[in-house]
């Protein structure tokens, strides 16, 4: 993709957190570009470092963390170095956020109107009150909020979970942002509402033109809304690809393990998910070779003692995995018994 094309440009970004038992290295140096109009997910278990990507990205990290190194650029302008004035001025403005819990991000004690409305006061001090009301409908009504002029006066706790999502979805594309980054936003909500939330943001999406790095857990939820997937372990990017060749090529054990642990309504009901064994890393000391070596079920020698390069497995798709080397052992290596059986 053409740089000039980039909304987003991360490039070796490392953040820490300073704990009582160390310096927690969350992220450990990771690389990756969201274009105009793109949606982009990011996939992990807890603890990937997925949730600090966007963080650092918002520069929102809590007061033990820290960006280390890497640079951060939207829109062509750096992010990392600027004050919180200067932050403040881009968020909600040119990067959004939406949350994952609605419930704990709004406040209890003012109206759903009156708090999506101060998202515009605060990038447009001349707004005026009946603009500020009237801008604010128009954002219920572009979410799908039922009767958004009676909804206008209504506190939180008289909406759903899902109602209270679209809340801070539509308080999120107030200012219109280039960048809207969702952390999670369908994980406490059940099944059909998950839906309802994700065909939302995809048709708000093509209506806005505005790119998307959807943070998730769950690679299912990715392929509804994403055109490209960075799979995260260990604070680093382990595979990135069009959600297309994730499931047809995927070309990292780990993605295979996710892959392999989705819940399939056509599968055999006596057939049980394959959960990934082991425990994620301690990123107090993060392993010297892959991080995901000892959960492995094809991991090497070469696994455990260094961290492999990023590799080129086809164009816009790469993977850090020693097997994908062309000097690794052919016996049981997925991905050249793989190549062999389509050759």
Known sequence: ?????????VRDLQTSFLTSTGEVKAVRGISFDIGKGESVGIVGESGSGKSVTSLSVMQLLAGTGRITGGSVKLNGEELIGKSKKEMRAIRGKQVAMIFQDPMTSLNPLLTVGDQVGEMLWAH?????????????????????????????????HEFS??????VMIAMALACKPDLLIADEP??????????????????????????????????????????????????????????????????HP??????????????????????????????????????FAPRCPYACRICLEELPPVMEVAEGHKSRCW????????????FKQRKEATT
């Open 1 to 9: 993709m053409d740089q000039k094309e980039h909304i987003l440009e």
């Open 124 to 156: 447009d001090k001349n707004i005026t009150k009946e603009d500020k009301k009237k801008r604010v409908i128009e954002l219920f009504n572009l979410v799908r909020i039922p009767e958004p002029e009676k909804r206008y006066n209504c506190y939180p």
């Open 161 to 166: 979970g899902g109602m209270r999502q679209r």
């Open 186 to 251: 369908t994980t406490a909500l059940d099944v059909s509402i998950q839906d309802q939330i994700l065909k939302l943001m995809r048709s708000i999406q093509q209506e806005m033109g505005m790119s998307i790095m959807f943070i998730t857990h769950d690679l299912g939820v990715v392929a509804e809304l994403c055109s490209r997937v960075l799979v995260m372990y260990g604070g680093l990017v382990m595979e990135e690809a069009s959600i297309f060749d994730v499931f047809e090529n995927p070309c």
């Open 254 to 291: 780990y993605t295979m393990g996710l892959i392999a642990s989705i819940p399939d309504i056509n599968q055999d009901k006596n057939k049980l998910l394959q959960p990934i064994p082991g425990s994620p890393p301690d990123m107090v000391n993060p392993p010297k070779g892959c991080p």
């Open 323 to 334: 097997l994908l080397d062309k000097d690794a052992p052919a016996k049981d290596n997925p």
